[in-house]
């Protein structure tokens, strides 16, 4: 059988990431792909392997949609302004892409996912290094607290769980200034 005519991998993968937006990434599989595709599901499968290669699909997708908007927030900052921009990009991009966050969190065997996995890292480490909050030997230590805290944030946004008035950016601002001011005081504790 030949592949439908219009039909991609690509148009394939943003349905999927459309349907996790909505639904959450259970809600991604073959049948609602198809439908919402309007194909049928032997259709899906010339163009991708099966429910698991669309979410590894999905994982690499979103590391790298959320890594470059990490990327491109911190051009040109520095300091607690480079971190806070990180911060926002990150929290922002979970926020308006839920379902390609919620598959960047995905384990996937996928060298291209473990590569865009250490990107993100070594961009955080990086900035908390050439900042003054980490030294090589905390770096590791930091970029894992800074992650921790920014997928905490966007998790509770997530469920909504932030009901006062007070902005939630300002919130995360200082949550992060805090953070910091704790790795400047903490740098060489190990």
């Known amino acids: 059988m030949s592949p439908r005519i219009g039909l991609s991998q690509k148009m394939i993968v943003?349905?999927?990431?459309e349907i996790a937006d909505q639904e959450?990434?259970?809600g991604v599989t073959l049948a609602a792909l198809s439908k919402k595709?309007?194909?049928?599901?032997?259709?899906?499968?010339?163009?991708?392997?099966?429910?698991?290669?669309?979410?590894?699909?999905?994982?690499v997708s979103g590391l790298t949609r959320l890594?470059?908007?990490?990327?491109?927030?911190?051009i040109e900052q520095k300091g607690?302004?480079?971190?806070?921009?990180?911060?926002?990009?990150?929290?922002?991009?979970?926020?308006e892409n839920p379902g390609y966050y919620e598959a960047s969190l995905l384990k996937v065997?996928?060298?291209?996912?473990?590569?865009v996995s250490e990107e993100i890292v070594r961009l955080v480490s990086k900035l908390l290094i050439e900042n003054g909050y980490a030294s090589d030997?905390?770096?590791?230590?930091?970029?894992?607290?800074?992650?921790s805290l920014l997928h905490g944030f966007t998790a509770l946004i997530a469920k909504k769980a932030f009901e006062r008035e007070?902005?939630?950016s300002d919130s995360l601002s200082y949550s992060i200034r805090t953070f910091l001011s704790g790795l400047i005081k903490n740098k060489n504790i190990m």
């Open 137 to 147: 030997k905390t770096a590791i230590h930091a970029t894992r607290g800074f992650r």
């Open 24 to 26: 959450g990434l259970s």
């Open 37 to 59: 595709m309007n194909v049928r599901p032997p259709s899906l499968y010339n163009h991708i392997n099966g429910l698991q290669a669309i979410r590894t699909e999905l994982a």
């Open 109 to 115: 065997q996928d060298e291209r996912a473990e590569i």
């Open 166 to 168: 007070e902005d939630i």
């Open 14 to 17: 943003d349905a999927a990431a």
């Open 80 to 95: 607690d302004v480079a971190m806070l921009s990180l911060a926002h990009a990150y929290v922002d991009f979970a926020v």
């Open 67 to 74: 890594y470059e908007q990490m990327a491109v927030s911190v």
